[in-house]
């Protein structure tokens, strides 16, 4: 019998422990692992090569992104950089735009110096995507929705593309996460995650994760998992596995809180954009909708300038004002000088990162308490408006 989503988070055959019966798989703090003989070895040898604590967590990831094989790193960029070591000295990447910005940095000032070129292109257009694909392309790299910009990319689309030229496709799969979209499912071959984000969801760990469907990639990522070396924890992987378990109840209600307050935020008249890919008329709406089944919980909004944003920030009572997102508490974010202070400001620009742009990812608290906080902190960036007329 297969199980729907909501059931897998909550029953993997590893969650048992076979030896006690213990509901919840143990910590198995344990570096290496006694052998019967020079000849016979058991399943574990040695701890980067596996663990059973962070082997639970990757058989979960692998199953619910339906995948073949799952990855536990030590953070979403561990993840995504193990990822981008399939390649060699040679190859080019062809990435969204608007990435992340510590994958922008990893892109242009590591690879780069293993000789691993890359183009940023708008691969919302599909045309734009295939023009851009060089005899040396091996990954097309897609971010949907972006962050801070929340652009939606066509997976599929893309993944067609790739496949034609023989490249792989890695979707950064973190603010949809497995409960809403799943890339496997669309063609990617590579979905990563940072972990550190709504899987977890507490603000309390950092991690990365990545789940294959071919049998071939799996075997190469787990080569590099164990040559590079950068996995995650046990205690870490124990807490991400506890996070997992309420990943529904917690993505749902801050999914329905984000598309009130993205309302809220569009009829406000000191709002000049709002970012958000559950609006009818969000530009990417009819393939965000084909492709995942929520809109999510982060929104971006801009005002008009950063002294502006930054008495939103200041008036501002009930999130924190932090580096994140995808937690219990909301996390209200500058991504000109947070997410994204690795870009140079002319490429930030270039993306729609402006000085007035704001990113909020909506926690569990109270909608209505939410509302009234942003409305109250709205009132005084129109008096401080005001006072500068
Ligand atoms: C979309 C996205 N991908 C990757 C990362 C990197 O993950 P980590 O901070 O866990 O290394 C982040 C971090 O903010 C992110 O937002």
Redesign the pocket.
């Known amino acids: 019998m297969t199980h729907h989503f909501d059931t897998k988070l909550l029953h993997q055959p590893s969650y048992i422990d076979k030896q006690t019966g213990a509901v919840n798989v143990p910590l198995h703090y344990s570096s290496t692992y006694h052998q019967q003989s020079i000849d016979e070895f058991g399943p574990y040898d040695y701890s980067r090569s596996g663990n059973p604590t962070r082997e639970a967590l990757e058989e979960t990831i692998a199953d619910l992104e339906n995948g073949h094989s799952g990855f536990a790193f030590a953070?979403?960029?561990?993840?995504?950089s193990s990822a981008f070591m399939l390649l060699s000295a040679g190859d080019h990447v062809l990435v969204s735009k608007d990435?992340?910005?510590?994958?922008y940095r990893m892109i242009t000032e590591v690879l780069t110096r293993f000789n691993i070129d890359h183009s940023f292109i708008d691969m919302t257009d599909l045309n734009e995507t295939a023009r851009n694909v060089q005899p040396n392309t091996k990954v097309i790299y897609v971010?949907t929705p972006?962050?801070p910009t929340l652009n939606i990319t066509d997976i599929e689309g893309v993944a067609k593309v790739a496949k034609a030229h023989g490249c792989l496709t890695f979707v950064?799969n973190?603010?949809m996460t497995p409960l809403y979209q799943k890339p496997l499912d669309l063609g990617a071959d590579v979905v990563?995650?940072?972990?550190?984000?709504f899987l977890s969801g507490h603000s309390d760990v950092?991690?990365?994760l990545a789940a294959v469907k071919d049998e071939e990639i799996a075997a190469q990522l787990k080569f590099i998992q164990n040559s590079f070396g950068s996995i995650l924890g046990v205690q870490d992987s124990w807490l991400l596995l506890r996070g997992l378990k309420t990943l529904s109840v917690r993505l749902k209600q801050s999914s329905d809180s984000a598309r009130k307050i993205a309302q809220f935020l569009h009829h406000h008249p000191l709002i000049d954009e709002v970012y958000y890919p559950g609006f009818s008329f969000h530009a990417g709406y009819h393939i965000h909708q084909r492709q995942s089944t929520g809109a999510g919980a982060v929104l971006s909004f801009r005002l008009p300038d950063k002294k502006s944003a930054g008495v939103l920030v200041e008036a501002m009572k009930i999130p924190v004002f932090a580096?994140?997102?995808g937690a219990v508490e909301s996390i209200l974010s500058y991504p000109a000088t947070m997410?994204h202070a690795a870009m140079p400001p002319s490429e930030r620009e270039l993306r729609g990162i402006t000085s007035g742009l704001l990113r909020l990812s909506v926690g569990l608290e109270d909608t209505e308490d939410l509302i009234t906080d942003l409305r109250q902190a709205l009132d005084k960036v129109g008096a401080y408006q005001t006072l500068q007329v």
């Open positions: 953070s979403g960029m561990a993840a995504i990435v992340y910005g510590g994958t971010e972006s962050n950064d973190t603010f990563l995650h940072s972990a550190t984000k950092v991690a990365g580096v994140s997102l997410s």
